[in-house]
């Protein structure tokens, strides 16, 4: 049976439905959040306690005037929230003074006049001694880089959303969704629901809920793994910024140590895993362990004690890497988010903006060109 209608539904309760739900409950619509899992939960891509966000964007230097809304919209949660939510370390992007992740930090710090310094292996060592890469490796630190905690910055998205009077049924999976009269009409495994607009903010699953993006946005195994620092002191977030680091073995990513007991570390397309989210493997095994082990043995050997935790997480990767925003062609009150291909989180609070904007007014005043579907399957 139908229950009442909503002016908007939102699938997916994580780091972008959350958000999304937020920013259109405080604009007053009647909103439905449907989540599958618990909120937060540990079985899609946002748990791990520590996600990085920067300013110098090596992906792209358009991604940085989203960055700068980003953090304003995170700060203003963290106030409303009276807790921190983000913590500032400075961020290193290190590498080969030729790599894409040295050279695309720079641009984008040069093209937005992003505080910056470039240190040489050295340098960086003597400031952070943590750090031990080789001798021709630079380092861009930009200072305002840093980490979010996403478990509770999902949570109080969805208390802010609540708070504002939107109605959130966790642990209800959607089953399917259809165009209607209306708008659309979502089925869950509990009821039947029906909107003006629908957004479909599933993280792995998007390729499941919404078929044309299944070759779009692939679901893919990731590692994280936390070591116990044999030098503890190096490894406080006071004196180790997070990092992006290019290395021969790949590109890694790396946290002081914050809310379990270890430096964190991950490598970017762990072992290449493209996986179905339904039958993924959560187990984490020796051999996860080892390439993890192997790269902070070498890289950041004062770190290299024994491990703590490992979990495993989930991407969901584009063909270019950057994100899905957009409404579907054919179907424009049906909004769709996947912005992740491993970098997504830290734009979790401004892409609710931009699709409480699109939901309401068909439009955004974000530049969000790079995002658009149309790059991939025309007339978006
Ligand atoms: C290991 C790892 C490290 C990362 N590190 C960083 C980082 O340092 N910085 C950064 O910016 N980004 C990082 N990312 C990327 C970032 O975490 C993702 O971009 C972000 O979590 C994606 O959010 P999402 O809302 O799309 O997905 P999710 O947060 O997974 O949310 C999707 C939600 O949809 C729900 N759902 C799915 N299907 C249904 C259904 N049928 N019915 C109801 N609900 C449904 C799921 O249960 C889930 O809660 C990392 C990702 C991983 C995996």
Redesign the pocket.
Not at 43 to 46: E, L, P, Y
Not at 313 to 316: I, S, V
């Given at each position: 049976m139908i229950q009442r209608p909503y002016d908007v539904i939102v699938?997916?309760?994580?780091?972008?439905?959350s958000a999304a739900l937020f920013h259109l409950a405080r604009r007053g619509c009647t909103v439905l959040g449907?989540?599958?899992?618990n909120i937060p939960?540990d079985?899609?891509?946002?748990h791990?306690i520590?996600?990085?966000?920067r300013l110098a964007y090596y992906e792209h230097p358009s991604y940085v005037p989203l960055l700068r809304r980003a953090y304003e919209l995170w700060d203003e949660l963290e106030r409303s929230a009276g807790i921190p939510l983000r913590y500032t370390t400075g961020s290193i992007d290190a590498g080969p003074a030729a790599s894409a992740v040295v050279e695309g930090s720079l641009q984008s710090c040069q093209e937005h006049d992003l505080p910056h310094e470039v240190l040489t292996s050295t340098e960086l060592t003597e400031r952070f001694p943590g750090y031990w890469l080789p001798n021709e490796f630079v380092a861009v630190l930009q200072p305002q880089g840093g980490?979010l905690l996403?478990e509770l910055c999902?949570s109080y998205h969805v208390i802010g959303a609540q708070g504002a009077g939107a109605e959130v049924h966790a642990r209800?999976?959607?089953?399917e969704w259809e165009p209607s009269p209306r708008g659309v009409v979502v089925t869950?495994e509990r009821g039947v629901y029906e909107a003006e607009k629908l957004i479909v903010?599933?993280?792995?699953?998007m390729g499941?809920?919404v078929p044309p993006l299944s070759g779009l946005a692939v679901p893919e195994r990731?590692v994280?793994a936390w070591m116990q620092p044999l030098r503890p002191d190096l490894f406080r977030p006071e004196r180790f910024p997070v990092f992006n680091l290019v290395v021969e073995e790949g590109r890694y990513?790396g946290f002081p140590v914050f809310g379990i007991p270890g430096f964190k570390v991950?490598r970017y397309h762990h072992r290449d895993e493209v996986v179905d989210p339904d039958t993924m493997d959560w187990a984490c095994h020796p051999e996860d362990e080892r390439l993890l082990r192997a790269f902070t043995d070498r890289y950041f050997p004062a770190a290299a004690g024994p491990t703590t935790a490992m979990h495993a997480?989930?991407?969901?990767n584009t063909p270019d890497k950057h994100f899905v925003l957009d409404m579907l062609p054919s179907l424009p009150q049906v909004i769709v988010?996947?912005?992740?291909s491993?970098?997504?989180?830290?734009?979790?609070s401004v892409v609710g903006e931009i699709l409480a904007d699109l939901a309401t007014d068909g439009t955004t005043r974000h530049d969000i060109s790079l995002h658009r579907l149309g790059r991939f399957v025309g007339g978006g």
């Open positions: 699938i997916g309760l994580g780091a972008m439905g449907l989540e599958r899992f939960h079985r899609g891509s946002s791990g520590t996600r990085i966000i980490f996403p999902i209800e999976q959607v089953l869950t903010s599933a993280g792995a699953w499941k809920l990731q994280l990513y991950g997480c989930m991407f969901t988010a996947s912005p992740c491993g970098h997504g989180f830290k734009f979790a």
